[in-house]
């Protein structure tokens, strides 16, 4: 009978009976996955003794180090279900643990001392030397930056009066947000209209 359940757990992954057999049965489950990751033909004998079906146990053989490598143990997950309608037995799932999309991504790096002091000191609320660093070369930046405008500013205005400046200097000198004087038309003076003699 447990042979048959090994069988049908690993050719469908997972299967209902009571939560007894489920017990018994995920150790039989373990035995053939270490035998799986021996891999050679010796423990592949002794699985097919066991298994009743050669292509579960070539399939068994081929997904072992992919599927079960990291794992030392516990390749089973047994799930209560409730009890049987005729003699109210305690009913289980029992299910094959395998590696998932969500297991195969990179691993975490490992935090150097840098790192855990640079967070002790952002949760005491504590400013790092790099924090510092970046502060002063702000308000250094600040203080140039006005100097900077301050001088373009004149040169712009001395060129105005010393010289005629171009269109494309012109467009840059002006504000963005101010608009450019217009010279008031000159009134037209009103047009004399000829007179007809009169005949």
């Avoid at 069988?7 to 996955?33: E, M, Q």
């Avoid at 050679?40 to 399939?59: F, G, T």
């Avoid at 299910?95 to 002091?117: F, N």
Wanted: proline share 4%.
């Amino acid at each position: 009978m447990f042979r048959n359940m090994v069988t049908s757990l690993f050719k469908y992954k997972r299967i209902r009976t009571t939560d007894v057999k489920a017990k018994v049965l995920s150790r039989w489950a373990d035995h053939l996955i270490t035998l799986a990751k021996k891999g050679d033909l010796h423990s592949r004998r002794q699985a097919l003794s066991i298994v009743r079906e050669k292509k579960v146990v070539h399939q068994l053989f081929e997904e072992a180090n992919d599927q079960y490598g990291e794992r030392p143990g516990g390749h089973t997950r047994i799930i209560k279900v409730g009890h049987r309608a005729g003699d109210a037995a305690l009913l289980s799932i029992i299910e094959l643990i395998r590696k998932t999309k969500k297991d195969e991504k990179e691993p975490k790096k490992k935090k150097t001392e840098t790192d855990k002091k640079e967070e002790i000191i952002e949760k005491e609320g504590k400013k790092t030397p790099a924090d510092k660093e970046k502060e002063t070369s702000a308000k250094k930046k600040k203080v140039v930056e006005p100097k900077k405008k301050a001088a373009a500013k004149k040169k712009s205005l001395t060129e105005k009066k010393g010289k005629k400046v171009s269109s494309s200097e012109e467009k840059k000198d002006k504000a963005p947000g101010k608009k450019k004087a217009v010279p008031a038309k000159k009134k037209a003076a009103p047009k004399k209209v000829k007179e007809k003699k009169e005949k």
